[in-house]
C-alpha cells in the first residue's frame, strides 16, 4: 500500500498524476475535446518531471459547444472520483430570449420555477429520454433588458438549462428560448479562480525552468474535488485495510465532519489530509464495532 503524502507536501509530479484544475471552458469546443487538450498537455509534461505519462482525464460533465464556464478537469488516478460531480450541485448564468413583449408577470412566474420540476432529456442527449425530476434551488432575474432576461441558476446536477428556458416561455405565454449560457459553479468549484488552457500550458513551461509558483496555485491536489463532501479521518492502519478491500470498521474512525446522513457518499482520510478511498455511510461511527463505511472507491 502507499498512501500520498499530504497534499500541500506533494511534488509536481504527484500533482501531475492525481490532480485537478479549474478550467474556463471556452466557447467553440466540447468539454470532451478540452478535457483532451488538458490531458494531452499533461501527458507531455509527466517526463519532465519524473512522472510516469497519465492515461485518462476526466471532466466535472458536460457542456454544450457554446457554454463556457466552469469545467474542472481531473488527471490520472484522480478520475476515480469523478463521481462526485454528478452528486453536487451546479449554478449558470443564462440569458433568457422571449419571443414576445416582457409580460408583467415576469418575475413571478419566473419564480414559480424554483422548486421540484419534470424534465425529459432532449432528442440528442445520450441519457434515456424518460421523465425525471431535479430541483431547482434558486432562479433568481438579475437584469432585463428588452425581451432579454438575465438569470442565475442554482440547481441540481443534471438538469437541462436549454429545456427550462423553453418551459419558463410557455407559461409566460410568450415562448422563450436560451441564449448565452455560462456555468458559474459545480460544487465544490467555482469562478472565482478560473484558468484557461493558456495558463495551464504557460504555468508548466515555467514549472520546467524551477519556477513552479503558477503551476502550484492552478493544479491542485485532487482532495479539493471532495471538499464539499462529509469526510471521515481513519487511522493508517485502518487505511491499510481499505488498500485491501475491506470496509472501514468502528475501531478505525478517528474523526466524522460534515454530519453524513446514512445512506450518503464521503469521502476517508488518514489525519495527514491524503484520501484513501470513497464510500457510504452505513454504520453507526460512535459505536464500538461494526462496519461504518462501504467501499466505493479505493484511491491508494
Known amino acids: 500500500m502507499s498512501i500520498r503524502p499530504a497534499p500541500e507536501d506533494r511534488s509536481i509530479a504527484e500533482l501531475l498524476t492525481f490532480g485537478v484544475v479549474n478550467l474556463d471552458k471556452p466557447p467553440g469546443p466540447s468539454a470532451h475535446q478540452v478535457t483532451g487538450w488538458a490531458r494531452d498537455t499533461v501527458v507531455d509534461a509527466c517526463p519532465a518531471f519524473g512522472a510516469e505519462p497519465i492515461e485518462e482525464a476526466a471532466h466535472s460533465g458536460t457542456?454544450?459547444?457554446?457554454?463556457?464556464?466552469?469545467l474542472p478537469v481531473l488527471f490520472g488516478d484522480a478520475t476515480r472520483i469523478a463521481q462526485v460531480f454528478l452528486?453536487?450541485?451546479?449554478?449558470?448564468?443564462?440569458?433568457?430570449?422571449?419571443?414576445?413583449?416582457?409580460?408583467?408577470?415576469?418575475?413571478?412566474?419566473?419564480?414559480?420555477?424554483?422548486?421540484?420540476?419534470?424534465?425529459?432529456?432532449?432528442?440528442?442527449?445520450a441519457v434515456t429520454r424518460r421523465l425525471r425530476s431535479r430541483e431547482i434551488y434558486d432562479l433568481d432575474v438579475l437584469d432585463v433588458a428588452d425581451r432579454q432576461v438575465l438569470l442565475r441558476i442554482r440547481c441540481e446536477?443534471?438538469?437541462?438549462?436549454?429545456?427550462?428556458?423553453?418551459?419558463?416561455?410557455?407559461?409566460?405565454?410568450?415562448?422563450?428560448?436560451?441564449?448565452?449560457l455560462r456555468r458559474t459553479a459545480t460544487d465544490p468549484f467555482d469562478d472565482t479562480d478560473l484558468v484557461s488552457m493558456y495558463d495551464l500550458v504557460d504555468a508548466i513551461e515555467f514549472a520546467k525552468e524551477g519556477d513552479e509558483e503558477a503551476l502550484r496555485s492552478i493544479l491542485s491536489p485532487a482532495e479539493r474535488a471532495l471538499s464539499g463532501l462529509p469526510s471521515v479521518t481513519i487511522a493508517p492502519s485502518a487505511a491499510e485495510q481499505v488498500a485491501r478491500g475491506a470496509p472501514v470498521y468502528a475501531p478505525g474512525v478517528i474523526e466524522v465532519s460534515g454530519d453524513p446522513a446514512q445512506g450518503q457518499l464521503l469521502a476517508c482520510h488518514v489525519p495527514s489530509g491524503s484520501v484513501v478511498c470513497l464510500g457510504r455511510l452505513v454504520g453507526d461511527p460512535d459505536a464500538d464495532s461494526g462496519t461504518v463505511v462501504d467501499l466505493e472507491r479505493v484511491l491508494v
Open 63 to 70: 457542456l454544450d459547444p457554446k457554454v463556457t464556464g466552469c
Open 87 to 125: 452528486e453536487g450541485t451546479k449554478e449558470y448564468v443564462a440569458v433568457l430570449e422571449l419571443h414576445g413583449p416582457t409580460p408583467a408577470t415576469l418575475s413571478e412566474t419566473i419564480a414559480e420555477f424554483e422548486a421540484e420540476i419534470y424534465q425529459k432529456p432532449p432528442r440528442k442527449s
Open 157 to 180: 446536477s443534471g438538469t437541462y438549462v436549454r429545456k427550462l428556458c423553453h418551459d419558463i416561455g410557455l407559461a409566460l405565454g410568450t415562448g422563450a428560448h436560451m441564449g448565452h
